[in-house]
């Protein structure tokens, strides 16, 4: 396909394409993906890009933007409101055999995947924090680094399908039941959900929740500490203060309350 024929599709495929302020990355059979994120800009915005990137499409409410690149950075100059980062990238997977591995190794935060249909996922390196399925394939919620093992099954037969692999896919779709119907059973008042919602997208420091939830400082800290005796909170203790993230379980535990 011509460069100018696969920008058209991109174009067009933008007005159907679902993003989010965490990035969606959507595998396609061939290995090809397509990353889309939305951001809010503040003036000049740095966004981090993932893999090698080509047919970077930035556009905001107005049309299309100008932005440069630097150090793995898409730099952009926009007024306050939301940019929409789009582009495709081969570089996020590879392929031994038959088995696919998409590998994001940059912490960047919460990714969600959107895999395609007649996918058998064979393995991960961690449980996803969400799973659902979708008319388009398997949607998985994971927390940044990650990789994920698959296996594209257009025309399986006797012949060309290893019986290991059909193991392998039937070991992973039993974890994926398992980790769907896992639940965090934490009892959670409106204090507890108003700490974990308000740490969902970045780790924050005592100050910052206490003036943002109005809460005694005694109040707060004795809430912390007992969300970090059930793991769902870390706190680093530093001279200069402390700095309170998000654990996976406390994300699960976040998730199985919306």
Sequence with gaps: MSTGAKASLI????????????PI????HDGWCLVSQLVEADNLTAVKLLGEPEMIMVTDRTGPLDYNLSDGYLLVE????????TYETQALTSKVGKVWTLTVNESIGLVEVRLPKKV????MSDLPLE??????????LMESPFSLDYVVLERPSSNDFPIYLLILAIASLILLIWAL???????????????????????KSASELRKELEVPKSTLWRRLNRLESE????????DQGSSIRLTRKGRRALSSTK
Aim: proline share 0%; aromatic share 8%.
């Design 25 to 28: 990355i959507r595998v396609y």
């Design 78 to 85: 926009a007024l306050s409101g939301e940019v929409n980062v």
């Design 120 to 123: 058998w996922i064979v393995g």
């Design 181 to 203: 119907r896992r639940q965090v059973r934490v009892d959670l008042d409106e204090l507890d959900r108003s700490i974990l919602f308000s740490l969902e997208h970045r780790e």
């Design 11 to 22: 174009i067009i495929f933008l007005a159907f394409t679902e993003v989010s302020a965490h």
């Design 231 to 238: 793991g769902l909170v870390r706190i680093k203790r530093m």
């Design 131 to 140: 799973i659902r399925d979708s008319e388009g394939g398997l949607v998985l």
